[in-house]
């Protein structure tokens, strides 16, 4: 292999998260001049504009431990500017949101570092109607993230595109037919159960009947999902490797129980997320333990 190619594999190796900055869009050559810091002088020029320049400049701030002492090889040199440049995804988040929590669920398992934007969606009549959050989002929903120098909502949306570019740890089975069933399930939560129980859909019932309207959406759901669960599930919701269904389970059990959900009637459901919950990907990114959770509800 030659020396710019042993670079690019390094990074290809080191660096899952290029953004923009992909070693795709940068020729080795220009890796490798980059990478000596007498040869940088000399360096082609490089477009290494990050969509978000602050972001850039915090991203230096962090990682200053990573800065490159001269005496450092240069492919280490160019990982490190490299990393340095690439910038973080950035999520657009609400604590108690159970769409955004699927997709912190689907960060952590893939390892990718990010940084949370709060948007509270009760505090001020609502942040996700503002009209910087509306520029993102037309629907003014979390979750939103940024990432690649693009942005995507609609949270299976998000973890699909995850998973298509950072393939590990696998969130859709190899087998069609788990594949399908994984959808399946995720669809039933996210298009058949959540969407009623939402936010804007309780307003427009009333206070005075939310209760039960949530309950029911969430019963008439689980009557069903409890059924298909039995014949799908393994460890987990499909099988015994963690998929987006179960991204898609744990934050509506949660929802279940905001709205005091019996979950006796569901067996399955309730072990399946009992498993899940001791995940350390779905410990740390528990609503209870957001950068926006409020004290009172820490733990
Ligand atoms: N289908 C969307 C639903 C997103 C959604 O409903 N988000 C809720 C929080 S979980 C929201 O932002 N609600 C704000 C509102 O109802 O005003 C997804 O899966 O991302």
């Given at each position: 292999m030659t020396e710019s190619g042993k670079v690019r594999?390094?990074?290809?190796?080191?660096?899952?998260l290029w953004g923009p900055l992909g070693p795709q869009e940068l020729k080795p050559a220009q890796f490798w001049s980059q990478g000596t810091s007498?040869?940088?002088?000399?360096?082609?020029?490089?477009?290494?504009?990050?969509?978000?320049?602050?972001?850039?400049?915090?991203?230096?701030?962090?990682?200053?431990?990573?800065?490159?002492?001269?005496?450092?090889?240069?492919?280490?040199?160019?990982?490190?500017?490299?990393?340095?440049?690439?910038?973080?995804?950035?999520?657009?988040?609400?604590?108690?949101?159970?769409?955004?929590w699927r997709v912190r669920i689907a960060l952590a398992l893939k390892g990718i570092d990010y940084e949370t934007v709060p948007i509270n969606l009760i505090k001020d009549g609502g942040q996700q109607?503002?009209?910087?959050?509306?520029?993102?989002?037309?629907?003014?929903?979390?979750?939103?993230?940024?990432?690649?120098?693009i942005t995507i909502h609609q949270s299976l949306a998000i973890i699909e595109y995850l998973e298509e570019t950072r393939p590990t740890p696998r969130l859709l089975p190899q087998d069609p037919k788990k594949r399908a069933s994984v959808r399946m399930i995720s669809d039933l939560i996210a298009g058949g159960i959540q969407p009623l129980q939402n936010l804007s859909v309780l307003k427009q019932v009333g206070e005075e009947f939310q209760l039960t309207w949530?309950?029911?959406?969430?019963?008439?759901?689980?009557?069903?999902?409890?059924?298909?669960?039995?014949?799908?599930?393994?460890?987990?919701?499909?099988?015994?490797?963690?998929?987006?269904?179960?991204?898609?389970?744990?934050?509506?059990?949660?929802?279940?129980?905001?709205?005091?959900?019996?979950?006796?009637?569901?067996?399955?459901?309730?072990?399946?997320?009992?498993?899940?919950?001791?995940?350390?990907?779905f410990q740390v990114t528990h609503p209870c333990r957001q950068p926006d959770t409020p004290t009172e509800l820490r733990a």
């Open positions: 594999k390094a990074l290809a190796d080191w660096l899952p007498r040869a940088s002088q000399r360096a082609p020029s490089l477009d290494l504009s990050c969509p978000d320049a602050g972001l850039r400049e915090e991203a230096w701030q962090d990682r200053k431990k990573w800065l490159t002492p001269p005496e450092l090889e240069p492919t280490q040199h160019v990982l490190t500017r490299a990393f340095i440049l690439s910038p973080q995804p950035i999520l657009y988040s609400y604590f108690r949101s159970s769409c955004s109607f503002s009209k910087d959050f509306q520029a993102l989002n037309p629907m003014k929903q979390v979750p939103a993230l940024k990432i690649d120098g949530a309950q029911n959406a969430i019963i008439s759901g689980f009557n069903a999902l409890e059924q298909i669960l039995q014949s799908t599930a393994g460890t987990y919701c499909v099988g015994d490797e963690v998929t987006m269904a179960d991204l898609c389970l744990v934050p509506q059990v949660a929802n279940a129980e905001r709205f005091k959900v019996d979950c006796t009637p569901y067996p399955t459901i309730s072990s399946i997320n009992k498993r899940l919950l001791v995940l350390e990907a």
